[in-house]
T-cell receptor
Framework: DVKVTQSSRYLVKRTGEKVFLECVQD?????MFWYRQDPGLGLRLIYF???????EKGDIPEGYSVSREKKERFSLILESASTNQTSMYLC?????????????FGEGSWLTVV | QKEVEQDPGPLSVPEGAIVSLNCTYS??????FMWYRQYSRKGPELLMY????GNKEDGRFTAQVDKSSKYISLFIRDSQPSDSATYLC????????????FGGGTRLMVKP
């Protein structure tokens, strides 16, 4: 089974702090994604990566950056956390860019910015 | 108008009922269709995966795709309290990158 692991499930951070959310997948997937999920807004794509050291902006990249130094690891960085970034963050991965590959999600990281 | 529409619910049914969950979409290029189940405070897990039109059955779950109507459904037979969750539909055109477009999710409650 595909395993996508988000190391931090619940975090509370102060406004202005730099926040790192870490994600690791164990299936040698090429693609990795970061989404945020908010009530009434559904899942929104922040960033994705097709390969090591590559990244592409999603629908809502402002205020975020990402890092992919190793194939299995994809980090989401909040450079200066703000209260409107309080949300559930979901990491996901998929096999490659071939047609029809589906996405597997981690358990989610609940971030509260106070 | 959103590209994928899904009634948010909540949908409340008694245990044992047949549940029908639906999504409509506007992009005729979509050809891969998925249903995810998400329990409270958990990540979505893949439940069903269908390519193009037709039906697919897996135990108590049946996924149905009608591309001519741009309408997909998930049926749950003999619903159980453990089926209580939010169900998300997702679809892609199969283009390079294989980006998924999600519905907003339907919250289902199955009462004992």
């Amino acid at each position: 089974d595909v395993k996508v692991t988000q190391s931090s499930r619940y975090l509370v951070k102060r406004t202005g702090e730099k926040v790192f959310l870490e994600c690791v997948q164990d299936m040698d997937h090429e693609n990795m994604f970061w989404y945020r999920q908010d009530p009434g807004l559904g899942l929104r794509l922040i960033y994705f990566s097709y390969d090591v050291k590559m990244k592409e902006k999603g629908d809502i990249p402002e205020g975020y950056s990402v890092s992919r130094e190793k194939k299995e690891r994809f980090s989401l960085i909040l450079e200066s956390a703000s209260t409107n970034q309080t949300s559930m963050y979901l990491c996901a991965s998929s096999l490659d860019r071939g047609f029809g590959n589906t996405i597997y999600f981690g358990e989610g990281s609940w971030l509260t910015v106070v | 108008q959103k590209e994928v529409e899904q009634d948010p619910g909540p949908l409340s049914v008694p245990e044992g009922a047949i549940v029908s969950l639906n999504c409509t979409y506007s992009n005729s290029a979509f050809q891969y269709f998925m249903w995810y189940r998400q329990y409270s405070r958990k990540g979505p897990e893949l439940l069903m995966y269908t390519y193009s039109s037709g039906n697919k059955e897996d135990g108590r779950f049946t996924a149905q795709v009608d591309k001519s109507s741009k309408y997909i459904s998930l049926f749950i037979r003999d619903s159980q309290p453990s089926d209580s969750a939010t169900y998300l539909c997702a679809m892609s055109a199969g283009n390079a990158g294989n980006m998924l477009t999600f519905g907003g999710g339907t919250r289902l409650m199955v009462k004992p």
